[in-house]
């Protein structure tokens, strides 16, 4: 994993950044990762992917046994 120092993030954040596109980028302070920096396109696709996982143990806890009317059981997902 890259990292870098607060002081290299501040002295330019632009190439920061840009090595943060695809991998997350540790920023250290006195050689302790303080944060990470993660790109935009890595942040969506790690937004998506906890979404999905979110969706995934929703829909394996319900019971579609008792479901009788699809306009109740998508309330009840909030869809």
């Not at 870098?4 to 330019?12: E, F, G, P």
């Not at 250290?28 to 979110?54: C, S, W």
Request: charged content about 30%.
């Amino acid at each position: 994993m890259t990292s870098v120092s607060i002081s290299q993030l501040k002295a330019n954040p632009s190439a920061v950044l840009l090595s943060a596109d695809d991998y997350p980028v540790a920023v250290q302070k006195r050689n302790k990762t303080a944060g990470y920096v993660v790109g935009k396109d890595l942040f969506e696709k790690m937004i998506l992917f906890l979404e999905n996982v979110e969706d995934k143990k929703t829909i394996e806890s319900i019971n579609l046994n008792d479901k009788e009317d699809f306009e109740k059981f998508a309330n009840e997902l909030g869809i």
